[in-house]
Each structure stands twice: as C-alpha cells, then as structure tokens.
T-cell receptor, first 114, second 115 residues
Framework: AQTVTQSQPEMSVQEAETVTLSCTYD???????LFWYKQPPSRQMILVIR????KQQNATENRFSVNFQKAAKSFSLKISDSQLGDAAMYFC???????????WGAGTKLIIKP | DSGVTQTPKHLITATGQRVTLRCSPR?????VYWYQQSLDQGLQFLIQ???????AKGNILERFSAQQFPDLHSELNLSSLELGDSALYFC??????????????FGPGTRLTVL
C-alpha cells in the first residue's frame, strides 16, 4: 500500500532560523510526484512546492527547498529564514497517475517563535 | 484566492439530516476532487470527477454521494448524518489534463457541524 509518513507532529523554530520537516513514503512505483502543502490558521490549503520523481534536481521555491532522496523514499522540506507567516500545518502528499488521487501525510504543525 | 469556490462556508445541522455541499472549479479545470478533513487530522480523499464522469473513489461512505454537472460544478451529498461526519470538506480542481499530477487548487472549504 502507498503511504506517506510525517513523523514530526509538531516543530518549532526561532524566527529567521532554518527548519526541516521530514516526510517518508512507501511506493513500488518509479514515476510519481510529491508535494508539500501548507495550511495556515485560515484552513486554506496552499501548494508550497512539488517534485517530479524522475527529476534528480531538488525543487526550490524562494525560501522553500526540498531534499528528495528517491532511494530512501524521503522528501523533506527546508524552510530558510523562517517568518511568522510560515506558521501553519504542513502536509506532505504523494501522487501516482494510476491512483488518480493524492495520498496525504498526517501533517506537521510548525510554530515560529518571535 | 485559488479561483475555486465552495458554498456554504459553514453548515450546522442535526443527526439524521441530509446536506449538499457545492463546489465551482477554476475556469477551465475539468477535474474536481472532494476531501474530508476531521479535526486536527490530514485530508482523506473522497472522490474525483473528470469532465462529468467519476474517475476515482477513495474512502467515501455509502451515505455520501457526489456528481459533476455539465457546467463542471460539483455537489457532494451527505445523508443520514452522524456526529462523526463533522469535518471540513474541501473541494479542489486541477488543470484540464488527463495526467492530474498538476497542482490541485483548493477551495476555502465547508465547515460541517453535526449536532
């Protein structure tokens, strides 16, 4: 079965520091996609970053970057220069075309300390 | 603003009742997804429609049903409601491609409270 695991229910970081959120997944597929979504207190789901499994280069979006380790089935999110607005639940999700659905992790609550 | 609209924003009802949640996808998006998020939990995929046809089914209860209309809006019907159905229900849409690995744009959600 395809599963996504986020082992950190909660993380905290000092403003302006760097934090890494972990995500592992289980799959037998070779071609798939991975996503990080952010859910702030407003509850709106916002895409942070995506990674295609066939790409070796790690995706980057401004202060957000991923460390994609395909062999280890690991997909961590690094947030640099943390800002108060980064406080949110972060969800890791996995997509494979044959399933037509996103498989979601349980989420990590990120707290930013001023 | 993602371009996906959901109505109503909040819904309070009693056990045993039936409700309908509505979703309008982004202009041009053919795929609509429904998710359930219970308190402090991740999202559970319920069902997907593509251009009016059911395409994928997740953990959707038999008491729940959905459809996508010719104008591409979608409705999720929840019947014989139970206390445990209280949750945030999200609708998402994605670009009009057969490979839906593209980004899913989420609506603001409908908060359902069953008393």
């Amino acid at each position: 079965a395809q599963t996504v695991t986020q082992s950190q229910p909660e993380m905290s970081v000092q403003e302006a520091e760097t934090v890494t959120l972990s995500c592992t997944y289980d799959t037998s597929e070779s071609d798939y996609y991975l996503f990080w979504y952010k859910q702030p207190p407003s509850r709106q789901m916002i895409l942070v970053i995506r990674q295609e499994a066939y790409k070796q280069q790690n995706a980057t979006e401004n202060r957000f970057s991923v460390n994609f380790q395909k062999a280890a089935k690991s997909f961590s999110l690094k947030i640099s220069d943390s800002q108060l607005g980064d406080a949110a639940m972060y969800f890791c999700a996995y997509w494979v075309d044959s399933n037509y659905q996103l498989i979601w992790g349980a989420g990590t609550k990120l707290i930013i300390k001023p | 603003d993602s371009g996906v609209t959901q109505t109503p924003k909040h819904l309070i009802t009693a056990t045993g009742q039936r409700v309908t949640l509505r979703c309008s996808p982004r202009s041009g998006d053919l795929s609509v997804y429904w998710y359930q998020q219970s308190l402090d939990q991740g999202l559970q995929f319920l069902i997907q429609y593509y251009n009016g046809e059911e395409r994928a089914k997740g953990n959707i209860l038999e008491r729940f049903s959905a459809q996508q209309f010719p104008d591409l809006h979608s409705e999720l019907n929840l019947s014989s409601l139970e206390l445990g159905d209280s949750a945030l229900y999200f609708c998402a849409s994605s670009t009009a491609t057969l490979r839906d690995s593209d980004e899913q744009f989420f609506g603001p959600g409908t908060r359902l409270t069953v008393l």
